[in-house]
């Protein structure tokens, strides 16, 4: 008796447990609708107005849920475009709202306690840039210097960390978004602007004179940047990584960085510029779900 | 929902270590250290401001009241000048256009320039809630002031002002609240203040909900204190007969 009452609580416990981890495959079979989560102004996910949102990630984003429609069988799916920003994506994934969010997320040790990441499918470098006569080359130059960088951003941290690692000081301004912060670089308010390389590149390839500008100095901090998903869905991570790794393997996500790393892109059919780093080519060959905290052991 | 996390304020900003209490040594500084000196900032910049708003904003106030067309047609473009351009607009003018044109003031701090963004723009308020509570005082009391051999800023100083500021202490306070809330706008121009604290250490630590709240509690404190202060200010001065006295 006492056996069968401990099985029949375990058996409650796990079926309590089974509808508390969340079957995204089924709500997307059920809805016929995935809501994608993209981002309004990012290197790799941003929009061109109307309602209309492209990037590199969204593109991919797009081809992992045709994928994900033929694996469920569907004759046609619906995508919901859901604009998200660094300060409500994280909550807005746990809650169901976004499904898959494919921005310009970092994988880290932190958010995979709230979250999961699909394989990394860019790794950000942190870089300098500056002006292209300021003869500035390494960070070590920005010894009490102007330094912006933007608020919200992992490169606050970054640059904090490298202050009391190395000793120097440098005097940090904070632009409010990148535009600002690349103005602030462009009006001389500072010497440098830290961030993600993507970011620069598409800042200086949109400037009035891009030739003014140069990325410099040594690789700060690297990122890997992943779409995030719901935490222990296993069957829909493994639906995501599989159509990333079929599209790494069969090189169409090679011809997409090309799109859009390499071509000119809307809005402004400008280039942005930036060939693949050595470490994106090393996430692509061995597709992982690292943090960043793995990338700083190396 | 997860549960709350209060332990981020103990970690350290550099390693995420919970530091044991709460405080940072050795330089090493703790969210719990970084959401005080934020705080710092933001009451600095918002009293700075108050005290820019008060005396410009009650200056410009009188100016309006007098029989100068002059000074009246100074009052009134200020206030409009001020009040009818967005606060944050104006903090970017101050901050990227002004310097643009004046080369000197890109060597001034972005602390003086919001300082001073934030309180023009509230002197406006400021100036025309003066006006008003000048407007209010009878005729009578201006004459009356002139017949008795009084000089114009002798009535003022005597006569119009004391009552006037009595009147206006309720609009000043509220006043005196918005300039707190108004002072997040300096995270636009790189001040450490609340806000930014607020964007940046919950991008850090993932604990947006604890981060927001304790902010707003900040938030909520400071401009509390002040009502509170502007109230003890008002009974203190408080005249019986007079408007507003009992």
Known sequence: MKKTLIAFAAVLATSAAQAQTTDTLKKIKDSGSISLGVRESSGLSYTIGNGKFVGFHTEMAERVIADIRKQLGLSSLEVKYQPVTSQNRIPLVQNGTVDLECGSTTNNATRQKDVSFAVTTYVEEVRIAVKANSGINSIAQLAGKKVATTTGTTSVQTLRKHERAAGVNFEEVFGKDHADSFLLLESGRADAFVMDGSILAANIAKSKNPADYKIVGEVLSVEPIACMLRKDDLAFKKAVDDSIKRQIKDGSLAKLYDKWFMQPIPPSNTRVGLPMSDATKAAWANPNDKPMEDYAKK | MAAWDWQVFCKDTIDGEVRPRCFGADGDITYLDWLLSAWGWTLSVAVLALVVALVVGSIMGIFRTTPSKALVAIGNTWTELFRNIPL???????????????????????????????????????????????????????????????????????????????????????????????????????????????????????????????????????????????????????????????
């Open chain 2, 88 to 246: 944050l607009v104006q903090v970017f003018l101050w901050y990227h256009v002004l310097p643009a044109l004046i080369p000197a003031l890109k060597d001034f701090p972005s602390f003086i320039l919001v300082v001073f963004a934030l309180g023009f723009f509230t002197s406006a308020r400021i100036a025309e809630q003066v006006r008003a509570g000048i407007q209010s005082l009878p005729k009578g009391q201006r004459y009356a002031g002139l017949a008795m051999g009084l000089t114009l800023p002798q009535t003022y100083r005597y006569v119009l002002l004391p009552m006037a500021f009595r009147i206006v202490i309720p609009p000043l306070t509220s006043e005196s609240m918005n300039i707190i809330k108004n002072s997040s706008v300096a995270f636009a121009v790189s001040i450490a203040e609340l806000t930014m604290f607020a964007m940046q250490a919950q991008e850090e630590t993932s604990r947006g909900i604890e981060i927001y709240l304790a902010v707003t509690g900040l938030y909520f404190i400071s401009a509390f204190v002040i009502n509170r202060i502007a109230l003890f200010i008002e009974h203190r001065v408080q005249v019986p007969g007079m408007i507003g006295g009992h």
